[in-house]
């Protein structure tokens, strides 16, 4: 054997689950899903979709019962042909799979005329030429080359497995063409991303506090409004009865003074206010509150806020000083959201683009000098202050003079009607400006409520339209495939290996680290990264290939090769946890351990109609680990001899 000294080669290790954020479920897809009630038809549609996204024993299973309901065609002829044979050897087929197989065209009533016959008939070509490897390869690999797509690459991709002989080199030669051809196409580097994006939810915001006029304040300006406008007019009325003009005329000017210093104070007492409700807006919390659980919404939340404000550092501000200046507006933004979105069934991958959108926003006003205006728009003018002043001075100096000049005739008379203006006007101004600050703060907040929302809307339109051509379940698996064929060429072509040298060929996908989870309901989990292990059974032994796959790039990276004979592998085996994990396993003799871990998805990301051991099921599927087993644990059992072994259990088929 040659590769390192004898160690366990762990893949995907523990340390690895704390690389992988957690999944996105695309909930509103719903493309694999069967319902019970669904027609042959539809049960057949389904399945066609379970062969594009990777899953061909769930195709099988599907298709193969829209076929045992009576459904026909040549396109469900070349489905089914395509699902029986997909991800495995012609050694692993069962009898059944194998008659059905040669029944197909029969039972499917397979007529002519049209690209699905031909890509059927082909399959059935394809299947005899590599029964029989001295047939002439050279009209049918033309009558090949010269099929329709899309019949031509689903050939292609799933009969990997499955030829034998010297068609196997010239069919994999013109499916690895096609794989380094279209491994970046439709824009695969600029979508692949979207796809670990969920589809967002709208934004929804608390509803701006309502104005809290209470009865009482609105009975004391109305009441004290009117005792003191009685009180005036009598006092008035002593000086016109007594024909002191003069003192009547200061006297108007006084209660005019009067009505500018309530206007210019009832501004002021308002403007103070909001200033200080502003400042306890964003003045730091003296204490902070204990963080939410990490596992709860609140606390995933918690842990958005805190990315989002570490990441978003102002290019004028330091670190710490951004971070301490924003702890009250922080704290803030992260109670609204988990107050609006709480009760609502949502992920915080579906809010996420709000967070972002809230934090850049508060970082955009930090560096544009404008996250502070409101201590200049809410400071309190020095006209204002001495319109203020002065007018209460006016008031002051003509009400005593009225009173002096009343206090000759009715003297009584015109301080008990001093006093009551002075009782009243207080209560009555108080009550004045307790209701216009209310008003005025209510329709501050709304304009500024009104102001978020629509930015936040704009925000939500935009991130719509970006994740608008999200790939498909579909095309990243077709794009999985084009990397492994990528990569299965690459050890090819480092031993110096053709296709026929390679007795068989089996790949273990694990998650890579750092990495990202989505999927599909009833669908496989799709990373951002991989590991993959590759393993090549040739005639000296078994080589072995492990590579990191950046899924968004369709880069290898960190690759490791070792090689060791038949004899030296010593079992192999696939352990199942209680949450669902698997965890492949291969021991070597020499005591070394080659581990690859396949993860779950956490209880939280299931659907309505989901367990662990369904969607485990569906993941293994799509990774195709029966096949490996199937030729690591013969490889394990019976070494170089398995080989033979399987070629002598081939049935005529």
Known sequence: MTGPEAATLNYADDDSHVGIQAGVVHGDVTIYSTPPTASPTERFEIGVRLLDGGQPGKAREVIGEAVMAGLTGNRVCFHWQLALVSGRAWNEMPEADAAALRQAPSFCRLSSGDAWADGAKTVLRLMDATAQPTTDLRPLLKDFDNLAEPQRGMILRHLELFLEGPLKNEVWDRALDEAREEQMADNRSERVWKYFHPTPVAPRFLPVRPRVIPAGTRSRAVCGGVVLAGAALNLGYLLLRDLQVLTLLVYALGIGGGFWA?????????????????????????????????????????????????????????????????????????????????????????????????????????????????????????????????????????????????????????????????????VAVRARMLIVTETRRYAADDAEQHRIEEGCWAAFERWKCKLADKPTDPEMAIWLDRDRKVLLSDALRHYGLTMSDVIAHAFIEAPGSPTRRARVPQGPPRYTRYRLLLFLLTKDGVRQLTADLDFERGTFHNRARTNYRYEAVAAVRVRQADDGDHSFELALVNGELVKAEMLTPAMEELQVDETLATVSETALDAAGLSHTLHVMEGIAAEGKLWIEQERRRRPGR
């Not at 003045?283 to 958005?304: C, L």
């Open 262 to 426: 309530v206007h210019a104070g009832t501004q002021w007492h308002y403007l103070t206010e909001r200033l200080h409700a502003k400042d306890r807006e964003f003045r730091p919390p003296r204490e902070f509150p204990s963080r939410a659980s990490p596992s709860g919404f609140a606390g995933k939340v918690d842990h958005r806020f805190d990315h989002y404000f570490a990441r978003y550092v102002p290019r004028n501000a330091s670190r710490p000083a951004w971070l301490n200046g924003t702890a009250a507006i922080r704290k803030s933004l992260r109670d609204e959201m988990v107050e609006v979105y709480r009760e609502q069934r949502t992920s915080v991958e579906q809010i996420a683009w709000l967070i972002r959108y809230r934090v850049s926003e508060v970082r955009r006003q930090w560096e544009n000098g404008t996250l502070w205006d409101y201590r200049h728009d809410l400071a309190v003018p020095l006209s204002t202050k001495a319109a203020t002043l002065l007018g209460l001075a006016a008031l002051a100096s003509g009400t005593v003079w009225a009173v002096a000049g009343a206090a000759w005739t009715a003297p009584v008379n015109a301080v008990v009607s001093a006093l009551l203006a002075l009782v009243a006007g207080v």
